[in-house]
């Protein structure tokens, strides 16, 4: 047990060395603590920088791009769109509900830092199978707590993803996205400036709460069950109360211009935020932590200053503005602390008293951006080729069970969405379950209409990129398209959120490297900049990765906003058209996954084609030429037209769909559309115009859900499922061991 | 001269731009009145909005009851004026004792939002009066703490004095006689746990909110 200091705080004999190199001496104590927190994986993303560079990031409505606390976009009319994703994937297996209820507080904090006012949240959620009682409790706690601190921080969740499948039954992943609005001449960015400023602590005391949070927890893999319940005091506790006021004071702060720079404290702390501002101002701080109100007795200054103690903010003010700066904290009853003050140079000071004695002082910029930058081993699996040959279809003969494959893949989320608040400010033309999220677009200032709405979707699919990450990242972002596309959007911006296992593993680093090269690759082709991301590594547990999961966030905008987005409910008497190339492959579809075929190989994406599909698909959106679309993702044909028959309680006779191919694969690129007898000729019409492939395949009636020659069943049987499948999954009690 | 509603705000109120939005798309002049304020201004009439007043902790409403603003609420509701109270509002009318009954954790012990169908039981109060008795209005309810409770004489002094005002038609939460809304005997005091504001624009899903905000806005003109 005489590890050296430094590896007990996750650092490496050879980043001590830097250290020192930097430094010219020896760290002490609270130095390395800073270190080593600022250096986790987490903060520095030491693995994935090197490839991160890969992802175009410029583009014509682009404001901020990443590196900032969130991209900022141009959306018109004077607005500017703030957004982000983040993971809080390892705090929620500890503790599920302070770890995903902490995480939304802290996407929020990051979005109003930028001066804008948070509006919406999405989470896409990843458990273990639902028949596994401990990772029901990890769910129910997870949703909980989304539930708990999003509801009354105040700000809506209008939709998201959730996937149960047995790759995380040892690591959830929890992703939340946010998404702020802000008068575009309001931009302010997290850095310090003008030598002789203050730095003001606004919110909650600091207390020994989520020390090491970024590197003992969020940077290393899960093991055995006693040393991951001992991690349970790095996760935090989240006060939404003390967040909702937090917001109010900082945003009125702004619109006042009191505040020359903020910055948000999440991973790190203050550590973190004083290093960053400094550093990105160009300038030092003087940081006194006797200052610094403490929530318990007798803390080190390392504690201190790595403590990831929520709702927490720290101002750069100019001493003329102090005191009203401290009159409107006063009026939102918001603790504020002068703590520090900018200094000319580099070097951040942290002081026992604003004039006492120096415990220790590191060049402000050395924290981040001299952090290491690894170029890790990678390697392909060493089974590549066999897992290519490995496809699902082999196993067709032994199974011929149409219904009963199609009703264990569809089931309603609304047990999880109904406690999520997805309307507060009167935004939410289309929430949870739509093709894509859409939202009024009101100016933040004046509350006006602008008659235009803005579209946000969040997709990811592991399978698809456990079978190839290249080509299953860039089909997640052609469905973000397509999603975006179904509500009549044009899409302006991506973030990501990478969730993979051990970098140290080179097969995982092999996957992230695909995975990039993939997005890249489709964000190019689809000219999408990347405006900010997440990469969150060390997904295992028990030795086992994760499968690779990118998620990704896109936002797009729609310029006439005068009518709901057409959604799933089509009418009697509809006809149902699929556009789109035929279907190629149940390689990674939720059908083979469900069977346990893991394998096989993806379609490359035909780009062209896809840009075309998404075209027309806007075009009869926009035209309001289409009664219901959904495009054709997880589940294939057969669950698009299941959700859209129960959504319209509607039913529909198919043909033309004679296999399990036809019914479950999910190859990219298309979409059932429901259309009125009445505008089929001028629907076609426009197809055949867009030299986009079609199929008629069968009519919206009565109350059965038939394909031809493969099933026949009632539409009440379905509705059944989809609408108890979680509720009873969650009767059956969860564990917590 | 459009009446003035005034939106009470206590820290942790979310649903206050909501409630003006809603009002001042039906043509009334609205403001915020912040919590630690004695003076309502010119107010015609008063709505607590929702929220998490004080993060509802201890419990929904009992904090939010001993502000300046409500002390000022209880002698605007004693002089007849109206006073409306949504969702955590309606709560803070039951803490503050302006309306009889309380508001606990629904029956599901989970939180809830989703559009539910209500039925009109009476037009006899400020936020009926322009609605039809036996109607059916499709409104969101976005609550943890929604399930209706009273003391059986109570329920019995509601009924007897058509005090209920609207009633789940699918109870989503447990409350007690399906009760959605209430007022006091008086008439100008109402509460209810769904969010009318939700439901005044087409693009929203529906409108059925107007009628009852519009009587609302009405009965503060008289």
Not at chain 1, 7 to 27: A, V, Y
Not at chain 1, 472 to 478: F, I, K, N, P, R
Not at chain 1, 648 to 658: E, K, M, P, T, W
Not at chain 1, 659 to 666: D, K, N, Q, R, Y
């Amino acid at each position: 047990m005489n590890e050296p200091v430094h590896r007990t705080l996750g650092l490496t004999d050879d980043e001590l060395e830097k250290i020192i190199e930097i430094l010219g001496r020896e760290p002490n104590h609270l130095e390395l603590a800073m270190y080593s927190v600022m250096w986790s994986e987490h903060c520095s993303y030491k693995s994935s920088r090197v490839h991160l560079k890969r992802l175009p990031v410029e583009g014509e409505h682009v404001l901020v791009g990443p590196g900032e606390n969130a991209g900022v976009i141009d959306v018109g009319d004077d607005i500017a769109i703030a957004i982000r994703i983040e993971s809080h994937n390892h705090p929620s297996y500890i503790e599920p509900y302070q770890g995903a209820a902490t995480g939304v507080g802290g996407i929020i904090r990051d979005i109003f830092t930028m001066g804008a006012r948070p509006i919406a949240i999405m989470d896409p959620l990843r458990f273990g199978p639902i028949d596994d009682a401990r990772s029901r409790w990890v769910a129910e706690g997870v949703v909980s707590g989304i539930s708990g601190y999003g509801n009354s921080v105040g700000v809506p969740n209008i939709g998201g993803e959730t996937v149960f499948d047995e790759t995380y039954i040892g690591n959830p992943l929890v992703n939340v996205l946010c998404l702020g609005i802000l008068p575009k001449d309001r931009l302010v960015l997290g850095q310090a400036s003008g030598v002789g400023n203050l730095a003001v602590l606004l919110g909650s005391t600091t207390g020994r709460d989520g020390i090491g949070g970024v590197s003992v927890l969020a940077s290393a893999g899960f093991g055995d069950e006693d040393e991951d319940t001992e991690k349970r005091p790095s996760v935090q506790v989240g006060d939404p109360f003390e967040e909702k006021r937090l917001i109010e004071c900082c945003l009125e702060l702004l619109d006042a211009r009191l505040v020359v720079g903020i910055q948000d404290l999440g991973g790190a702390g203050l550590s973190c935020a004083a290093s960053e501002t400094a550093s990105r101002g160009g300038v030092g701080m003087d940081f006194d932590v006797s200052a610094v109100p403490q929530r318990e007795m007798g803390m080190e200054p390392f504690e201190i200053m790595t403590s990831e103690s929520q709702e927490r903010m720290l101002a750069i003010v100019s001493p003329d503005n102090l005191e009203n700066v401290l009159a409107i904290s006063k009026k939102w009853e918001i603790r504020s602390s002068v703590v520090g003050k900018v200094t000319e140079g580099g070097q951040l000071r942290i002081l026992d008293g604003i004039d006492g004695p120096v415990l220790g002082e590191v060049p402000a910029s050395s924290l981040h951006e001299d952090a290491p930058l690894y170029n890790r081993p990678m390697a392909p699996p060493d089974d590549l080729n066999a897992r290519k040959e490995d496809k699902p279809e082999k196993y067709l003969l032994e199974t011929n069970d149409f219904s009963g494959d199609l009703l264990n893949l569809i089931y309603s989320h609304e047990w999880i969405t109904s406690q999520y608040d997805s309307q507060l400010f009167l935004n939410t033309v289309a929430g949870p379950g739509s093709n894509a999220a859409v939202l009024r677009l009101k100016h933040p200032v004046t509350g006006e209409d602008t008659g235009r709405g803005l579209a946000v979707t969040t997709d990811g699919n592991h399978r698809w990129c456990a079978v190839d990450p290249r080509r299953g990242s860039a089909l997640t972002v052609a469905e973000s398209m397509l999603n975006l596309a179904c509500v009549g959007a044009e899409p302006r911006a991506l973030v990501n959120c990478l969730n993979f296992g051990n970098p140290e593993n080179p097969t995982v680093m092999w996957q992230l490297s695909e995975a990039i090269d993939g997005m890249s690759e489709a964000c190019r082709e689809f000219d999408l900049p990347v405006v900010g991301g997440n990469v969150s590594l060390y997904n295992e547990s028990q030795g086992t990765n994760i499968d690779p999961t990118p998620i990704v966030g896109v936002i797009g905008v729609i310029d006439t906003l005068d009518a709901p987005p057409p959604g799933h409910k089509w009418s009697e008497g509809d006809r149902l058209i699929v556009i789109g190339p035929e279907p190629e492959g149940l390689s990674g579809s939720a059908w083979a996954f469900g069977k346990g075929y893991r394998k096989g190989i993806l379609r490359e994406l035909d780009y062209d084609l896809h840009k075309k599909i998404c075209q027309v698909t806007r075009e009869l959106v926009q035209k309001k030429l289409v009664t219901a679309v959904h495009d054709v993702s997880s589940g294939g044909v057969g669950v698009a037209t299941a959700e859209m028959a129960i959504a319209s309680g509607v039913g529909c006779s198919l043909a033309r769909i004679s296999s399990h191919e036809a019914l479950f694969s999910e190859s990219s690129s298309r979409v059932v559309l429901a259309v009125n007898p009445d505008e089929l000729t001028n629907v076609e019409e426009i197809l055949n115009a867009a030299e986009v492939p079609k199929a008629r395949i069968g009519l919206a009636h009565g109350d059965r859900f038939t394909i031809k020659g493969l099933l026949d069943l009632e539409l009440q049987s379905i509705q059944n499922k989809w609408e108890n499948h979680l509720p009873i999954a969650f009767e059956g009690g969860t564990t917590q061991g | 001269m459009s009446p003035t509603i005034g939106v009470i705000v206590f820290p942790g109120s979310n649903c206050e731009q909501d409630a003006l939005e809603a009002v001042t798309s039906l043509g009334a002049k609205s403001k915020l009145i912040w919590h630690d304020s004695f003076d309502l201004g010119s107010a015609d009439a008063v709505i607590i909005p929702g929220g998490f007043a004080h993060g509802d902790y201890l419990r929904p409403g009992a904090i939010a009851r001993f502000s300046p603003a409500m002390e000022s609420v209880f002698a605007f509701a004693r002089s007849g004026r109206p006073v409306l109270g949504i969702c955590n509002g309606f709560q803070v009318l039951t803490e503050a004792g302006l309306l009889p009954g309380a508001l606990q954790k629904n029956s599901g012990l989970k939180f809830l939002c989703k559009p539910v169908n209500l039925t009109v039981r009476t037009t006899n109060s400020v936020l009926t009066s322009q609605t039809v008795k036996g109607d059916g209005l499709r409104i969101p309810v976005n609550h943890f703490e929604g399930n209706y409770t009273c003391t059986e004489e109570t329920l019995e002094e509601l009924q007897d004095e058509d005090r209920i005002l609207l009633t789940y038609e699918d109870n989503p939460n447990g409350s007690m006689g399906d009760i959605a809304g209430i007022c006091n005997a008086e008439r100008n005091v109402v509460g209810l746990m769904p969010h009318p504001e939700r439901a005044c624009h087409p693009l929203l899903g529906s409108t059925d909110g107007q009628p009852l905000l519009k009587s609302f806005i009405e009965s503060s003109e008289l």
